[in-house]
């Protein structure tokens, strides 16, 4: 897959990106691992899973 990177305001292609591979988050076990739980009543892992959200959703739009 090629990314296009376009400047915002004079949508110039200023390169392009190869992407050879994507990491998945495993939320779970990452939530584990830092908070000792992956309980969504965890006030940290809940706020880690909504921070996740919103990062994909701002920085991927489609």
Same mark, same amino acid.
């Given at each position: 897959?090629?990314?296009?990177?376009?400047?915002?305001?004079?949508?110039?292609?200023?390169?392009? =990106?190869? $992407?050879? /591979?994507?990491?998945?988050?495993? #939320?779970?076990?990452?939530?584990?691992?830092?908070?000792?739980?992956?309980?969504?009543?965890? =006030?940290? $892992?809940? /706020?880690?899973?909504?921070?996740? #959200?919103?990062?994909?959703?701002?920085?991927?739009?489609?």
């Amino acid at each position: 897959m090629t990314i296009t990177l376009i400047g915002e305001d004079d949508n110039v292609t200023y390169g392009l =990106l190869e $992407v050879q /591979s994507v990491y998945t988050v495993d #939320q779970e076990e990452e939530a584990r691992r830092v908070f000792m739980t992956d309980g969504s009543k965890h =006030l940290g $892992v809940k /706020s880690y899973w909504d921070d996740l #959200q919103h990062m994909w959703k701002d920085h991927f739009k489609s």
